[in-house]
């Protein structure tokens, strides 16, 4: 299986910018549509954004505008540039494809905090 690492979360101000990095493993990667997810404490894992192998993107309504998917398929890369973050962003933040569980199991997540 493929082995998922997130990383590049933080504590940051609200109206501030993060970008979230995710490092697959193996080739598999180049093949699947893949996604960020969020879960907030008490709430359930939702997607937040998905870019398919052709680069097509889609948010969820709370991503829009503010929040853009990229893949570097060279380096088995996912990333996900945050801005205007606000408090109800906070998050542990993980990436997988879409639908979840294709290539690998779920990793770590990274954690993003936005308070001031």
């Known amino acids: 299986q493929v082995q998922l690492v997130e990383s590049g979360g933080g504590l940051v101000q609200p109206g501030g910018s993060l970008r979230l990095s995710c490092v697959a493993s193996g080739s598999m990667f180049i093949a699947y549509t893949m996604a960020w997810y969020r879960q907030a404490p008490g709430k359930q894992r939702e997607l937040v954004a998905r870019?398919?192998?052709?680069?097509?993107?889609r948010y969820a309504d709370s991503a829009k505008g503010r929040f853009t998917i990229s893949r570097d398929n060279a380096k088995n890369t996912l990333y996900l540039q945050m801005n205007s973050l606000q408090p109800e962003d906070t998050a542990v933040y993980y990436c997988n494809t879409d639908p979840p569980g294709e290539i690998g199991n779920w990793g770590q997540g990274t954690q993003v905090t936005v308070s001031s």
């Open positions: 870019i398919t192998i052709s680069h097509n993107t």
